[in-house]
């Protein structure tokens, strides 16, 4: 039982987002990604020149203009949707009686997981709670956000008690959220495609096991659905460069899937807490085109959690299973 005398604080932790939707925020916001070690271990004379002379003026000018069709009035989906999971939370446990400070803190710019970190302390919580938004750990995005806040307590001498809530791949309360919100979408005569962010082959070899938490999500889910085996799919999206990455690949996927007597296709990406440029551009749209150029009939994308009332609650429980 948690005490009611104790104050604490949580930090919801995500991948970040430019501050505006410009080639140069982009680029700022892509060099401090794309130059984590976590994310890219190429070594610095391999990669930099790479990163700076082509990756980043290119693709900052290419994707700006994505970014601006999805720009909301409180800045991209990500941020504003984190706000929203912010306020969501804070109304729960003020319903609940128990004080908690909920903060934003991002991977990579504003506002940081160190500004979130500084909140925390300055009210004097007893307690920090460190909720990495990414159900299935990786060593690109969980490993990389806790070396953010394991940063952020560096200067610190008297550090705050505080606790890391690891992953939840398999958790029953985001489990149910998953289901409940696949069955409000899902049509009798769709066929279901997990859909999952994914890393170098060579970064699994190394011993990250995020396939495996995402093979966790994907039987959990097929297993409440009550799904057959030729109803459903689990692929990875978004490889970049030329090595091997987690197969099957989303996109290959879809050109083939009409082919294979797969006309209408729902997609679901779990891996995301929030939506955001990549499920709102490159799945919602990119690959519905490509679905549809390939023979496909129908193509819908199914929303991430966002600030859903059975993602809050999830996310509460995973909080209070640490207090």
């Known amino acids: ?26 680029s700022a916001y892509l060099n401090d990604f794309l130059r984590d070690k976590r994310v890219v271990d190429l070594p610095n004379w391999k990669w930099l020149p790479l990163l700076k002379g082509i990756i980043l003026p290119l693709r900052s000018r290419r994707i700006a203009k994505n970014y601006q069709e999805i720009w909301t009035e409180k800045g991209s989906p990500l941020l504003a949707y984190s706000l929203e999971q912010k306020a969501g939370l804070q109304q729960y446990f003020q319903a609940k009686g128990i004080d908690v400070q909920v903060e934003i803190g991002m991977t990579y710019g ?3 997981i160190e500004s979130a970190v500084k909140k925390l302390t300055d009210l ?8 990495p938004l990414y159900p299935q750990y990786s060593s690109t ?16 001498r008297g550090i ?37 962010h994914g890393i170098p082959l060579r970064y699994e070899n190394k011993g990250d096991y995020y396939r495996e938490h995402c093979r966790k999500t994907t039987l959990a889910v097929v297993d409440q659905l009550g799904l ?64 549809i150029s390939h023979g496909g009939k129908t193509y819908q994308y199914i929303p991430s959690l966002n600030a859903s009332k059975q993602h809050i609650e999830c996310l509460a429980q995973l909080i209070l299973s640490k207090l």
């Open 141 to 156: 995005t969980t490993a990389a956000a806790i070396d953010c806040f394991a940063h952020a307590l560096k200067t610190q």
């Open 228 to 291: 057959m085996e030729t109803q459903w799919a689990m692929t990875f999206q978004s490889r970049f460069g030329r090595e091997e990455w987690l197969q099957p690949y989303t996109d290959k996927f879809l050109e083939t899937a009409p082919a294979q007597g797969i006309e209408k296709i729902a997609v679901i990406c779990p891996g995301f807490a929030s939506d955001c440029l990549e499920t709102l551009e490159e799945i919602a749209v990119t690959n519905r085109q490509l679905f």
């Open 160 to 196: 705050v008690p505080f606790e890391i809530i690891h992953s939840y791949a398999d958790d029953e309360n985001y489990i149910r959220a998953l289901v409940a919100s696949i069955k409000l979408q899902l049509k009798d005569d769709e066929f279901l495609l997990f859909s999952y």
């Open 124 to 131: 004097k919580v007893d307690k920090i709670i460190f909720l």
């Open 1 to 26: 039982m948690h005490n009611s005398n104790h104050k604490i604080g949580v930090i919801l932790a995500n991948l970040g987002t430019p501050s505006e939707p410009s080639p140069s925020a982009i």
């Open 110 to 112: 504003e506002p940081s």
